[in-house]
């Protein structure tokens, strides 16, 4: 199993890049987040890879960060998400924000990934919730988004946000943060007061 590939980047396309490593060129399936963040073309570069062997192909995937391998790895896993899909989430949301809407069961915004539809959204959030815990990835938003769904007042508060225009996801994460004791419109003043910046 290749780990990971550190050498030249000689070939950039939308969903591959080439990394040469002692004259051996390899052609890697990336996401739009790794592409957007690799050095220009004859730079050195290191990507951590994921190799797929099926009967009848061999595919290798590079990943910037181990954070964002990791997250493909558990993808994967889910059943009826393939490689491709996993791509396809990752190129639309980072590790972290990933990591949030699952923890705050945002399946909505997981379906603005490509080929990705409601039900699959659905049973991602199912099945990787327990898995993307404290110490996976490094962010403090994970159990106050995860927390939301206890509160009854929090979780209104986090639909008024929604329909204010912010992403289920990224309103758990502010709104997890409060005390859910006190009444919706002071936990919505205060998610908006935060949202934006504290203006």
Known sequence: MIYSLNG????????FVVVECS???????????????????????KLYTHMSVREDAMELFGFYSFEELNCFRLLISVSGVGP??????????????????????DSK???KAQGIGPKTAQ??????KD??????????????AASVSASSNAAQAVDAL??????????????????????????????????????
Do not use: M, W
Request: charged share 15%.
């Open 23 to 45: 004259g051996v060129g390899f052609k890697c399936s990336a996401t739009l987040n790794t592409i957007s963040r690799l050095p220009a073309i004859n730079s050195n570069v």
């Open 84 to 105: 491709k899909a996993a791509l396809s989430v990752l190129s639309s949301f980072t590790p972290e924000q990933f990591a949030l809407a699952v923890a705050s069961n």
């Open 123 to 128: 049973r991602i959030c199912l099945e990787l």
């Open 162 to 199: 929604a329909v204010l225009g912010f992403s289920p996801s990224e309103a758990a994460g502010v709104i997890g943060k409060l005390d859910s004791s006190q009444s919706v419109e002071t936990l919505v003043k205060l998610g908006l007061k935060a949202l934006s910046g504290g203006n």
């Open 131 to 144: 898995k993307l815990g404290e110490g996976f990835i490094d962010y403090d938003d994970f159990q106050a």
């Open 8 to 15: 030249i980047l000689t070939h950039i396309e939308n969903n």
């Open 109 to 111: 915004s997981i379906t």
